[in-house]
């Protein structure tokens, strides 16, 4: 039989971890009944495991008590790391990151659910990897991690037996997708009809909201960020922008992409898009009063935009978030 740890993470844990944990194992439980009804021998035997006997009361009211410690497991198939708060580097980590190091070495597979991903790129494994986080750790993530290849619009990433998922509750897709990898396509849908998850979904980019990379100090960048965020409605040129604050074309597309991992092109059209997106949650305004709104003269251009950001076209988001106003394009 093959074994699946699943972390508790003390120290780093809130009700988020408790609720990947408590839903993980009960989709893997169901999973694991479905599999042998079917006719087939029991395949999996997964563990909480933690590193230290703590009792942490999470919000001064749920507590957890873990199976086993990790130092009594000398192997395991795959190891599950949930949503956790980034924190300091402590001796405890320390032991964690290690295990998790020369377990993924020694054959083990990895998974790591929203925030889990910053336990994860501790171990030093992710350098020069694909991973997803929560859109809203995005700017933290790869301040701390550089070498880490980020794909926040991604819900899930699947690469050479490591997989991260976006944030929340996005992970119970995250169990899905594990379900079938490690049982089948039948279980998946089984497990995904029972706990009513989406099948297949693969972005989150829908639900990500845009505040602009300010975690640097480059003053000349900020600047520039703010004028693209007063002019909205302006179509803003590089060559514009660069000569507004007397520096050279390059120059100032290099020192905007280090300082805010976009060029500003791709800046300026995530504000804008970011912007569309507020007016068709909470307005009557139409499509096409709203691509105006931010600077936008193109159907075919801001619809393309529009989409690649967030992974609907402009009529599919405001149905989705706007029922009321919906009905009036």
């Not at 750790?137 to 899930?156: A, C, N, Q, T, W």
């Not at 709203?290 to 076209?313: H, N, P, Q, W």
């Amino acid at each position: 039989m093959k074994h699946i740890t699943l972390l508790y993470p003390e120290g780093q844990c809130n009700l988020s971890t408790i609720a990947c944990i408590v839903g993980t194992v009960e989709i893997f439980t169901r999973a694991a009944a479905y599999w042998v009804k079917q006719g087939n021998k029991e395949m999996y035997k997964l563990e909480i495991a933690c590193t230290a006997p703590q009792k942490e009361y999470i919000n001064h009211f749920v507590t957890l008590t873990p199976d086993t410690y990790i130092k009594d497991i000398a192997k395991t198939d795959l190891i599950i790391i949930p949503s956790a708060m980034p924190g300091e580097r402590t001796p405890d980590r320390e032991v964690m990151f290690d295990w998790i190091s020369s377990q993924y070495k020694a054959g083990a597979e990895i998974a790591s659910m929203c925030s889990g991903a910053f336990i994860l790129a501790a171990t030093g494994i992710m350098d020069g990897r694909s991973c997803s986080t929560h859109w809203s750790f995005e700017d933290r993530f790869r301040d701390m991690y550089p070498k880490v290849h980020l794909h926040s619009d991604k819900l899930i990433t699947d690469e050479k037996g490591i997989y991260t998922n976006g944030g929340a509750y996005s992970f119970l897709n995250l169990v899905i997708y594990l379900v079938e990898k490690y049982y089948d396509r039948q279980t998946a849908i089984f497990c995904s009809k029972i706990f009513q998850i989406e099948l297949d979904r693969n972005s989150q980019s829908a639900f990500a909201m845009f505040t602009g990379q300010k975690l640097h100090d480059d003053e000349m960048v900020q600047q520039a960020q703010a004028y693209i965020e007063k002019n909205i409605d302006e179509k803003i040129s590089v060559e514009g922008l660069s000569s507004r604050f007397a520096v050279g074309r390059r120059n100032f597309d290099r020192r905007f992409i280090k300082a805010t991992g976009n060029t500003p092109v791709e800046y300026a059209q995530r504000v804008k898009i970011e912007s569309a997106k507020k007016a068709l949650e909470s307005t009557r305004k139409t499509v096409n009063e709203v691509m105006y709104e931010v600077g936008y003269a193109d159907v075919k251009a801001f619809r393309e935009v529009f989409k690649r950001i967030t992974g609907l076209s402009p009529l599919e988001y405001k149905n989705k978030y706007n029922k009321e106003a919906a009905a009036i394009d």
